[in-house]
């Protein structure tokens, strides 16, 4: 007998919970106070990346972000501030920042990404999905000895994991990459890796689900939740009531302050991204990151996206031209022949990814609720897990054997 379930968040996890949980046989109602066209699930890079083993959370990362933290061109900024939510989150993340941690997240990481790449390999094939989907693998561009060796390490830690991963020097870039310049004394290639243009899945599995007979209601925003004896009965929005069995808090960086209603506590910081789009051809066609400046470029359906930073500022959506010029740079630094024009750079967008402390995103039920299924921390990765997520949530939801061992992303977890 299929539950009545209610997804809050129409982004890439909310979408893909919908999914699963339709096909299992569910009425499935998706409500987004947004007006589900922006966003993170719209503006990020579109990888599917099991090379993305190192969890934000790794060794030193806090000292670079107290180093950084007056620098408006640093690839992270972490802006302080007394709030009590932040304080908890950043010694949680503190503590995370090890490389104990780093060996016991990896295969995690690993694992849900290759099933998420599977998942959407297999959306591709059904239902008339057209979006664009990739398998070229993934550049780790370096520029200095010093960041080649750390990558050219992080390669060989893949490997160790199963994942092909290689090291590349200046000409294998120049012979797989032959119709653009690069300005890299060499780096590491991810064979593994898959890319996507966010915007093309987002309007096809939005359409599919209305065709499936999910109802999808924008500008729409939680206002209250009747709870009793640990279990949600209704939630409130600002236009009506939605009567529920199950719930599902895939909310992005709201999501802590819908599980604040429940007396959930779930540390999570809104880290902003910017992304800018040129429509003039560049010859890429394989997505790399460019290791030192920690920004990444995508070769999508008509268009680059040059994509980059981590700024956790708490929850707005303001445009730092600074941060989006140091994306620009960056982009001509690795691609001398790429220009961002000033146009390009004033069309760019950000959105708002949410950062858990450990870098391992939060996925199931809570103690304090019995249906309610969270799913949101997924940081700069929910792209490349989103499928998957989704999979997990509609197994747990029909109490079907999960996909993954979940011990990992238990939302009450402790750091």
Same mark, same amino acid.
């Given at each position: ?176 990459? !032959? ?18 243009? !966010? ?217």
């Amino acid at each position: 007998m299929g539950k009545n379930v209610l997804v809050i968040g129409g982004g890439i996890i909310g979408l893909s919970s919908a999914y699963y949980l339709q096909k299992e046989g569910h009425q499935v109602t998706v409500v987004d106070q947004s007006n589900l066209d922006a966003g993170a699930s719209y503006v990020n890079a579109g990888y599917l990346s099991p090379s993305h083993l190192i969890p934000l959370s790794a060794p030193g990362v806090m000292k670079k972000g107290l180093k950084w933290m007056f620098n408006p061109t640093s690839p992270l900024y972490i802006k302080p501030r007394l709030d009590i939510d932040f304080l908890k989150w950043s010694w949680a993340f503190n503590k995370s920042c090890n490389q104990q941690h780093v060996e016991k997240a990896a295969p995690v990481i690993r694992d849900i990404t290759v099933l998420s790449q599977d998942l959407m390999t297999d959306i591709k094939k059904s239902d008339g999905f057209t979006f664009h989907y990739d398998k070229k693998g993934l550049f780790m561009l370096c520029q200095t000895e010093q960041m080649l060796e750390e990558e050219v390490k992080i390669a060989e830690y893949a490997k160790t994991l199963g994942l092909v991963a290689k090291e590349v020097d200046q000409k294998d870039i120049a012979e797989m990459e !032959p119709n653009t310049t690069i300005n890299a004394i060499g780096g590491a290639y991810f064979e593994c890796d898959h890319h996507s243009t !966010p915007h093309e899945f987002m309007t096809e599995l939005k359409a599919h689900l209305i065709q499936s007979g999910v109802k999808i209601h924008s500008n729409e925003k939680v206002e209250d939740i009747d709870i009793k004896n640990q279990n949600i009965n209704s939630v409130k929005t600002n236009k009506q009531e939605y009567i529920v069995d199950e719930v599902v808090f895939a909310a992005g960086s709201w999501t802590a302050l819908l599980a604040k209603k429940l007396g959930i506590t779930l540390l999570l910081q809104a880290g902003k991204g910017y992304r800018i789009n040129t429509e003039k051809p560049t010859g890429i066609t394989i997505p790399a990151i460019l290791a030192e400046a920690k920004s990444a470029v995508t070769p999508m359906n008509g268009f680059t996206r040059f994509a980059g930073t981590m700024e956790i500022a708490g929850i707005n959506h303001d445009i730092n031209k600074v941060r989006v010029e140091t994306i620009a740079k960056s982009a001509t630094q690795y691609y001398p022949d790429v220009k961002l024009t000033v146009e390009e750079k004033e069309n760019a967008a950000c959105g708002l990814r949410p950062v858990s402390p450990d870098g391992l995103p939060y996925i199931g039920k809570s103690n304090k609720c019995k249906n309610v299924t969270i799913a949101a921390g997924h940081a700069m990765m929910g792209w490349s897990m989103s499928t998957a997520t989704g999979k997990l949530v509609s197994e747990i939801i029909s109490e079907q054997k999960p996909s993954l061992a979940l011990e990992s992303f238990n939302p009450d977890r402790k750091f």
